[in-house]
Structures are given as C-alpha cells and as structure tokens.
C-alpha cells in the first residue's frame, strides 16, 4: 500500500520543524563550545600567572616578550616582506 503524499503545507511545516530541532543543538553545541573555550581560558590564565609567582622574571620583561616593542614588530613585517 502506498502512502498519500504529503502537500506543500506539510511538507513546509515538517522543513520548519526540522530547523527548529536543528537550530537548538546548533545553540547547544554552541553553548558547550562557549563554555569549554572559557575554562581554557580560565586555566591558561592561572597557569601564567603561577608561572609568574614562581619565576625571576618582572611584569614589564613578560608584557615585553609577549608583546614585543615596535621596533621588533617593524623588523619582522620587513622580513615577510621581502
């Protein structure tokens, strides 16, 4: 026995479900994601700043080594350029 054919109007409703579903474990997905990046985040930042507590090195030595001067920064975009 065949099955009757759905219409236009069912099949729209069944398309709008089928986004509705898809949209909540898109969020879900994303809220996991979200909160995943954030912990990382979290414990890279606690790693550092251990890292600091325990190490001889100054704040302004670890800003400059993360940060490098201009002149540093000037020297490496002329070499990518070359």
Known sequence: MAGRRLTLDER???????????KEKYDSALDDL???VTKRKE????????AYHSGDKT???IIEFIQPSE??????TSRKRR
């Open 71 to 76: 002149t540093s920064r000037r020297r490496k």
């Open 43 to 50: 414990m890279d930042d606690k790693k550092l700043l251990e």
């Open 59 to 61: 704040v302004d030595e």
């Open 12 to 22: 729209i409703e069944k398309a709008e479900k089928n986004v509705r579903v898809a």
């Open 34 to 36: 979200e909160r995943l």
